[in-house]
Structure formats: C-alpha cells, structure tokens
C-alpha cells in the first residue's frame, strides 16, 4: 500500500475509506470498497516462504531495555554451535535495530538477488536481517507511523530469501503494537512455535510483561517460556552478590491460568 | 492538514518538556518522575504526561495506581500525586479497568488517544509539563509533537545509558529532534557506575563514556550521569520520593544537579 494519511483509521476499520482523513488518500476507493478488510494476500505468500523455516520462535518483552536483542542473540549463536543447524535471526525493532551491533555486522548491507533479499551471514550456519543493514548513517532515525513499519516487516518475511532454516528467531522492539501485531498476523497461516518473554528482576518490568502475556493470550501465542537477564551482580572487587528480589513466581500464575 | 490543538487546555503551562530516548529501558520514566519530583522540592507545579501508551510506568513510580480520572467541563482531570496537588499525571495506567490488560493498538488508535490527552486534559496552571515518551521514533512520538506544536519552543530531554548499543539507538533519537525542530536541552546519562553497597568499589556494569560522546557528536550539553542505584529502584517500586526516603543515595546529588541545570536553562520566567 502506498503512503497513507496519518490520521488513518486503518485499512480493516469500519471507517476504511469513510473517514475525513481518508479525503485524497490515494488508497480510499479501494478502503471504501471492502478490500481492506480482505486477507492480505502476503500473509499466503509468507506460509509458502516460511515452508522451508522449521521453527519459529518471537522473542518479547513488553519492557524496553531487558535484553531481547542480547538474548536473542546469544540464543541465535547457542543454536548455531552445532554447524548442521541452520539459524536466521530477523530483527523488527525497526525505529532501534541493535542486532547489527550486537553481532557485529554495523556496516554491512543487504544483496538482492533473483530470489529475494539476501540475510548478511555472521557465520555459514546464521544469518540475520535487520532494517538497520538499510540505513546508510548511523545517525538515520527511522519516523515511520505503524503502516510503513508494517510493510517493512511484511518485506522481511515475504522476500528475504532464507533458505533451508532449522530456527527463526524474531527480536522485537519493546511493546504491544504495530510490529508485533504484524508478524503475528502475517505469520498466521504459517504457524509460529511460541514466543520467549525476556523481563529482569524489577517490578516495573513485570508490569509491562504481565501485559505481554495477556498480548500473547489475545493472540493466541503459545508461551515457551520466560527468562530472567540482569539477575543480581556480583561485586567483582569483594565478590558480594547485590541482592535482587527473585521475581518470576509472581509471573506463574498468570502463565499457568487456565484459558 | 490537521488542526492543532484547543489551546485552552494547555494555555497556562510555561514550559513543556519532553523524555525522549530511542531505547528502552534507559530510564526515560525515572528520569521523568525524578525530574518532576525535584522541580516540585524547587516549589514549581508539574505535571507528567505519560505517553507510553502499551508500557505506563509513571502511576506505579508516584503511587497512583488505580486512581480515577474524573471528568470536568474542560474535559479530563488530571490526577493529583501529593496531597498538595502540586504534581498532577495523566496516563493509560488510569483508564485501564485491569493493569495487566495489554494495550495492543496501532498507531492511528495510539495517535488519537495522545492527541486527547494534549487536547483534553485540564493541566490548569503548571510551571513545566513532563512528557515521558515511550522507546523508538514513531508514532507516539509525532503524535505528541504534532499535538504540542502550537506551544513552540519544544524542549527535548535525551536519556542514554553509556554503552554503545543505546548510544546507537539515541543518535537516531537526536536526529528525530532536529527534524522535528525540538530544542534538545542536553543528555543525561542514566545506570552509569554501580557503587557497590558492600565496599564502595564503583564499577561500569554499562560501559562507560556514552552520554558525553553523544553529547559531543550531537553539539548539545551533558547534564550529568546518574548511578546504578538500588534505592533509586526501590524509591520508584515503591512509589516513595527518593529524597524523603533515601536522600543519602548517590542517585539524588546527581539527579538534584540535572535539574537544577535544566531550570537555570529554562527562560527567567520559570528558573
């Protein structure tokens, strides 16, 4: 879709193409037909592409600046140890890629080819995807509104040519919004494994998880689990642990509630 | 084109600040809250708009949640933190019937909510509105600035932590700034340094340097770095007033400077 006002009340709105910000927006007739409201042809597109993707897995929070990047990432390296599985790591926090720095790929960029996008490899066995191999300053902001990160993420997993891949693994950005509604709802039809919830110890994290749990129940999101990062320090000059206060039973209600 | 919004909701407001980072988890909503509370022990009237529609963490950090929000003729009251009322807050936190209920919106139904909150809340008088934002360059984010545009000039307060994955993150942050013709007051580095509780050994958990850098590279001032502070969390778990509750934290010297600059930098009228 081209570029819609900013006021748009979405395209499967029942104000689709009826609104007053819908005037001279060069997709209203096709909003005010119905189409909109149809499934997006992508989303058949992407279960075909995703035929050769054996699992995959969404890491979340809900909280920014946990660790799902940095868990992601290790997690992404962990698997691909074993040199006979094949690993892709796609990263749609698109406003603040960190994958590229945290595997040191800063600087690389993204090659098409017949069959699509191709991932940047850090090794033979991973490969990773990130709108940040597209931008060419480190200093570009991306200001974007949801429907242009949305199409962004719809390229990720339609066009990117990954090939054979035992794992996916999905960073996300912090949040319930846009980008994690659309890789849920664009990776329907092709069946997505569970998602892993990353918090820390402290109860404003909790909060926002709490939140991410009750977006993966909406959804319909099995949760594989959740992990704990920057639990307690050690002092490495008198070696003291900093108590922090385990927190993850307060979460198991909530995951094991009864649907 | 949009309309802006009705002024009068936001007439008598002297300055408006916004909290802006591009990661998350740096402390925008600390430093917020932190903020706030240190312009109210200056004697100022604050108010903290929190536009972090799917993570509100401001009513927990001032003890507010749960409260209601009552409606006038002018549209919604804020809510009032201290008994005073020299601290008022608006949030999602308020109209949420269950605090573990996910805000799962796109941007368009974000962008209409925080044009309310611009447009529909009765701040009344308030030397500085707060407006902690939450992580990226995105919707939220022109949303609220689109909102506030008749109330120019705009400032800008950067949250980073040292290392150089939110550095990375918060030069875009700058960016959006410049383009959005935001005054950036200057950076804060946040979490930098754990004092250890046990021996006083200080060590950068984080990295170090960070927030001066991007200063440097951004051509804006460093107002100070604050530390990886355990009562600094617990005053903000709990929703207690770090400077009642724990004024021997190294936290509170470093945040009572940063606000001190901010206001010498703030037009007579307010400082």
């Known amino acids: ?259 | 084109m949009e309309t802006a919004a009705e002024p009068e909701n936001l007439a008598g407001v002297r300055h408006i600040i916004l909290v802006l980072s591009g990661k998350g988890g740096v402390g925008k909503s600390t430093i917020s809250t932190e903020l706030a509370l240190a312009l109210h022990h200056e004697g100022k009237k604050v108010g903290i708009l929190d536009v972090d529609l799917c993570g509100p963490s401001i009513p927990r950090m001032l003890r507010a949640q749960g409260k209601a929000v009552h409606q006038c003729d002018r549209g919604w009251v804020p809510v009032f933190v201290d008994r005073e009322q020299s601290i008022s807050l608006m949030s999602v936190g308020f109209l949420l019937e269950n605090p573990d209920e996910a805000v799962v919106w796109r941007g368009p139904k974000k962008n209409a909510l925080i044009k309310q909150f611009v447009s529909d809340v009765a701040w009344g008088e308030l030397d500085c509105l707060v407006v902690d934002t939450p992580p990226g360059t995105s919707d939220e984010h022109m949303a609220v600035v689109e909102a506030l545009r008749p109330y120019r000039p705009l400032r800008a307060l950067v949250v980073t932590t040292p290392q150089a994955v939110s550095v990375g993150d918060v030069r875009r942050e700058l960016t959006f700034c410049k383009k959005t013709g935001l005054q950036v007051v200057g950076v804060v580095e946040n979490m930098s340094g754990f004092a250890c509780p046990h021996c006083a050994e200080c060590t950068y958990v984080f990295s170090r340097g960070g927030g001066e850098e991007l200063a440097r590279l951004a051509g804006v001032p460093f107002l100070g770095s604050v530390p990886l502070d355990p009562e600094l969390t617990r005053s903000l778990e709990e929703g207690h007033d770090l400077t009642q509750e724990f004024p021997k934290s190294p936290a509170f010297p470093a945040l009572t400077s940063i606000a001190r600059k901010i206001l010498d930098g703030l037009p007579a009228t307010l400082s």
């Open chain 1, 1 to 259: 879709m081209e570029e819609v006002p900013h006021d748009c009340p979405g395209a499967d709105s029942a104000q689709a193409g009826r609104g007053t910000s819908c005037q001279g927006c060069p997709n209203q007739r096709l909003c005010a037909s119905g189409a909109g409201a149809a499934p997006d042809p992508a989303i058949e597109e992407i279960k075909e592409k995703m035929k050769t993707v054996k699992h995959k897995i969404l890491v979340l929070s809900g909280k920014g600046g946990v660790g799902k990047s940095t868990f992601s990432a290790h997690l992404a390296h962990g698997l691909a140890e074993d040199e006979n599985t094949q690993v892709a790591l796609l990263d749609i926090d698109i406003c603040g890629p960190s994958i590229p720095k945290i595997m040191g790929l800063e600087g690389e960029q993204v090659h098409q080819s017949a069959s699509g996008w191709s991932p940047v490899y850090v090794e033979d066995n991973l490969g990773v995807m990130s709108v940040g191999f597209l931008l060419s300053s480190p200093d570009d902001a991306v200001i974007w509104r949801g429907p242009k990160k949305n199409g962004m993420i719809k390229q990720f997993l339609r066009d990117v040519d990954w090939g054979d891949v035992d794992y996916l693994l999905v960073d996300t950005p912090p949040g319930t919004s846009d980008e994690h509604l659309s890789v849920v709802q664009y990776l329907a039809a092709a069946h997505i494994d569970g998602a892993v919830i990353v918090t820390t110890p402290q109860e404003i994290s909790l909060q926002d998880v709490r939140k991410e749990i009750s977006f993966c129940r909406k959804v319909k999101l099995p949760i594989i689990g959740v992990v704990e990062n920057m639990s307690g320090f050690v002092c490495p000059r008198c070696k003291v642990r900093a108590v922090t206060e385990a927190s993850l039973s307060s979460l198991k209600p909530q995951i094991h509630q009864p649907r």
